[in-house]
């Protein structure tokens, strides 16, 4: 079985950017979101699908179109979902280890945030490829979370003028970059020294020269000068851009409409300023669907805010 480079962050995390530079590596391939983890079989992930309005996963599809007839269009991608339709008796660890021949021999870059959402999905990772490497990537709670807001304002057609009100629910915001970071430091821990690396989102960004290369060799693969500057240009990869319908998904949207990398120092709030000027309400309905009734026993109101600044100064934040 060979190995894969799995991404492990929450959604608005720099994750489709990121993933999409490392899997620019000459030796690398960037997958776009292929949402298999979440699922046994193809049966299921179909299924899964269906209730959000799609055929078969976005960037699944946009794959086999490209690796099976080497461009993306409608009629491709209407010959993928063809191609998942007759697979439905598929594991998902039979699909996914066929995508990974597909690429032979390059080395699959997965990331798909659902994945930390839930321990079982993690856990799933590791049966399916228990050599994968494992790359954290982090991002300032405060900053994650005014992401999620002005990409739910712009979602649904909000004004500007609303968006403070928006930003005023910041629980659940919180509340998802808790859990989901809970659940990757408790898998990760439990794997062998080496396998896997944290980086905040941040540093990448402001200094690619530098943990783009720390990446490559982590990875013990090329981290010489064309393979850097490869890595620099995400814009390249055919998942950088809009799919063609009814595949129009994979990565992040925003990523899509604007692929490029972006030079300059990537700020960080202060959580601590956060906490002094924000005022929000614990628990409310948003925080009853994240969190199930047992892991909401556990996060009193009154520690929260403690909770969550202990994790992020853990992961280098202030």
Request: charged share 20%; proline share 6%.
């Amino acid at each position: 079985m060979k190995d894969i480079l799995i991404i492990l962050s929450p959604s608005r995390y720099f994750s489709s950017i990121i993933s999409t530079m490392i899997g620019q590596h000459p030796q690398l391939y960037g997958f776009p979101e292929l949402h298999l983890f979440s699922a046994e079989s193809v049966e299921e992930i179909l299924q899964n699908q269906v209730k959000c309005g799609k055929a078969a996963p976005p960037g699944l599809l946009r794959m086999l179109a490209q690796e099976h007839d080497g461009i993306q269009n409608t009629e491709t991608i209407l010959r993928a979902i063809d191609w998942c339709l007759g697979r439905r008796h598929w594991s998902t660890e039979k699909l996914f280890n066929y995508l990974v021949d597909l690429i032979n021999p390059q080395i699959g870059v997965e990331k798909t945030p659902q994945t930390a959402k839930k321990v079982r999905y993690l856990e799933r990772t590791y049966e399916y490829f228990p050599k994968a490497y494992y790359l954290h990537l982090t991002r300032h709670p405060v900053s994650s979370r005014n992401s999620i807001a002005e990409f739910s304002a712009h979602k649904v057609g909000r004004r500007k003028g609303e968006l403070a009100s928006l930003r005023s629910s910041v629980v659940d915001a919180f509340l998802v970059w808790y859990q989901f970071h809970s659940h990757i430091l408790d898998f990760t821990n439990t794997l062998p020294v080496g396998q896997t690396m944290q980086i905040k989102g941040e540093d990448l960004l402001s200094e690619p020269d530098l943990y783009l290369t720390q990446i490559a060799e982590w990875l013990g693969l090329r981290s010489d000068a064309v393979a850097i500057a490869t890595m620099k240009h995400p814009e390249r990869s055919p998942y950088a851009y809009v799919g063609p319908a009814p595949a129009l998904g994979g990565n992040d949207p925003q990523f899509m409409r604007n692929p490029h990398l972006r030079r300059g120092k990537v700020k960080e709030p202060s959580l601590k300023d956060f906490w002094q000027h924000q005022r929000w309400d614990w628990p409310n309905e948003a925080t009853q669907e994240i969190f199930d009734a047992q892991e909401l026993a556990l996060i009193s109101r009154d520690d929260l805010a403690a909770s969550i600044t202990r994790l992020a100064n853990q992961m280098g934040y202030q």
